[in-house]
């Protein structure tokens, strides 16, 4: 994603938490299947890329549709219409209507501008190769002052303590020791809520986000045990450099050194539920548990991206 084509990325959670919350204290080992995160953020994905001044190339509109139908192949959540009906309209280039759409289940469309003159996106300028990414994580690590490591901890449901963050990204390392369900969801100064976590179970991960305003943030928190959160602006673990080959287990993140040219992400995941990768937050691939495909991008700029892994298993990362 090109800088002329940076577009703000959504807040999701708001939906997704009266889902969530409704199965509080139910030890279903199934309740992922009703999760409609995967859903919400691969229909985000799609607007925000029609409703930029670049368009919307016919790879990243397959690619919509083939995320969001392989995922109501187990989805047995709410709007299952809704849903079928974002793929049909994806389908058919209307991106107006995946809005209205994605407006009526929830979603929130504050961020998107799909032109009024036409439903479809026949008059937008369309790329026939991969757009260029733009670099985030370069950008944000050299336009803000690092703060220190901020660390929380409690037991059961409560708000944390009120910590601030410059804009830019940040890391949060989560552990939760509890059985029941649990949910964690960053507050911004402005009110809006992002999803960090939502787990049924004992829960440990790394999840990258990105930090659109500087301010005070504060965290909630769903829980029947202890948990410990740990927010970092910088990064300490191991950055890699392409070619590389990286793995591991549960929801992760790296920063990925990569040249400019196009490189190819070879992805392998052994689980159970919601497997997600991600490159500085353009989608690599989704799946229900076992997964094994790949995706190449075309790097136009030279630097550090984030790669970010969501996993309940065994995952590899090999770029080329």
């Known amino acids: 994603m090109s800088k002329n084509r940076s577009i703000p990325k959504l807040v999701i959670g708001g939906v997704l938490i009266a889902l969530l919350l409704s199965s509080c204290g139910k030890k279903d080992d199934h309740s992922w299947t009703k999760d409609n995160t995967a859903l919400m953020k691969q229909t985000e994905l799609y607007l925000i890329q029609a409703s930029s001044v670049w368009g919307i190339t016919s790879e990243e509109?397959?690619?919509?549709?083939?995320g969001i139908n392989s995922i109501m192949s187990y989805y047995e959540g709410p709007n299952t219409d809704s849903f079928s009906l974002i793929a049909k309209a994806i389908e058919e280039g209307n991106a107006k209507e995946?809005?209205?759409?994605?407006?009526?289940?929830?979603?929130?469309?504050?961020?998107?501008?799909?032109?009024?003159?036409?439903?479809?996106?026949s008059s937008a300028p369309v790329y026939t190769t991969e757009p260029e990414i733009d670099n985030l994580a370069e950008n944000a690590t050299s336009s803000h002052v690092q703060t220190p490591s901020i660390h929380l901890k409690g037991t059961g449901t409560k708000a944390t303590d009120a910590f601030d963050l410059e804009s830019g990204y940040a890391i949060f390392e989560i552990d939760y020791t509890g059985d029941a369900n649990f949910y964690a969801n960053l507050l911004s100064p402005s009110g809006d809520e992002m999803l960090l976590v939502a787990n049924h179970g004992k829960y440990t991960g790394r999840i990258y986000k990105e930090i659109s305003e500087h301010g005070s943030y504060l965290i909630n928190i769903t829980a029947d045990g202890t948990w410990s959160v740990n927010v970092t602006q910088s990064?300490?673990?191991?950055?890699?450099?392409?070619?590389a080959s990286i793995s591991g287990s549960g929801d992760d993140v790296f920063f990925v050194n990569l040249e400019t040219g196009n490189r190819t992400f070879n992805l392998e995941n052994k689980g159970t539920k919601m497997?997600?990768?991600?490159?500085?937050?353009?989608?690599?691939g989704v799946e229900n548990g076992n997964y094994s495909g790949s995706k190449a991008l075309s790097i136009k700029e030279k630097g550090p991206y984030p790669l970010t892994i969501k996993s309940d298993g065994q995952w590899s990362v090999d770029i080329k």
């Open 61 to 66: 509109k397959e690619s919509a549709v083939n």
């Open 98 to 121: 995946v809005k209205n759409i994605y407006e009526d289940i929830g979603g929130d469309v504050t961020s998107f501008s799909i032109p009024e003159s036409s439903g479809t996106l």
């Open 235 to 243: 990064y300490a673990g191991k950055t890699y450099s392409s070619p």
């Open 275 to 284: 497997f997600m990768a991600e490159l500085d937050g353009r989608l690599l």
